[in-house]
Antibody, heavy 118, light 114 residues
Framework: EVQLVESGGGLVQPGGSLRLSCVGS????????MTWVRQAPGKGLECISF????????YYADSVKGRFTVSRDNAKNSLYLQLNGLRVEDTAIYYC???????????WGQGILVTVSS | DIVMTQSPDSLAVSLGERATINCKSS????????????LAWYQQKPGQPPKLLIY???TRQSGVPDRFIGSGSGTDFTLTISSLQAEDVALYYC??????????FGQGTKVEIK
């Protein structure tokens, strides 16, 4: 069974940092591209970062470029998102999702809440 | 970036009736080389992550009931729930995943029971 489990969220002050992790199981993690999607409270879905299967290609939405960094460790079946310079508007549930060969995200984690507040 | 616009923002349909959600992209998401539309539909229920329903605009994901029907090509797409069930109450999002462009979602459509 494919599973994705996020961790590392919590409450942080504006300007602070967090590191989110996502551990995959039930599939060959190293073969799949991965995406981070976030959802602000009561709002829609936003793709904020993408990383290729080997980690060489990365993408960031303009809203997080220069502040967030995506990485992965295929030996540990793990995906990471380093969040620096956090802003109140970064408050959201952050999901990691697997990109299927068909290109759309087919499996999602349950999400982890990041709250940025003073 | 490709902008995805859904309509309506919400709709209320009687049980057993048809629900139709539209999604329009600001540019074509049809790849001529393989004749595939890079468009997916997701369902999201409260407190849950999105669930993939449809990919390639019209292919149902494994396990998705056949009352969910995706159609359209190029820039205009539709998700039809042919006979609304109580468990279909949810938010529905379209997503374009065309080439190397940033993936973008529509703003979402809320489906309720009338």
């Amino acid at each position: 069974e494919v599973q994705l489990v996020e961790s590392g969220g919590g409450l942080v002050q504006p300007g602070g940092s967090l590191r989110l992790s996502c551990v995959g199981s039930g599939f060959t993690f190293s073969r799949f591209e991965m995406t981070w999607v976030r959802q602000a409270p009561g709002k829609g879905l936003e793709c904020i970062s993408f990383i290729s299967s080997g980690g060489a290609s990365k993408y960031y939405a303009d809203s997080v470029k220069g502040r967030f960094t995506v990485s992965r460790d295929n030996a540990k079946n793990s995906l990471y998102l380093q969040l620096n310079g956090l802003r109140v508007e970064d408050t959201a549930i952050y999901y990691c999702a697997r990109e299927a060969a068909l290109g759309a995200m087919d499996y999602w984690g349950q999400g982890i809440l990041v709250t940025v507040s003073s | 970036d490709i902008v995805m616009t859904q309509s309506p923002d919400s709709l209320a349909v009687s049980l057993g009736e048809r629900a139709t959600i539209n999604c329009k992209s600001s540019q074509s998401v049809l790849y001529n080389s393989n004749n595939k539309n890079y468009l997916a539909w997701y369902q999201q229920k409260p407190g849950q992550p999105p669930k993939l329903l449809i990919y390639w605009a019209s292919t149902r994901q494994s396990g998705v009931p056949d009352r969910f029907i995706g159609s359209g090509s190029g820039t205009d797409f539709t998700l039809t729930i042919s006979s609304l069930q109580a468990e279909d109450v949810a938010l529905y999002y379209c997503l374009q995943y065309y080439g190397t462009s940033p993936r973008t979602f529509g703003q979402g459509t809320k489906v309720e029971i009338k």
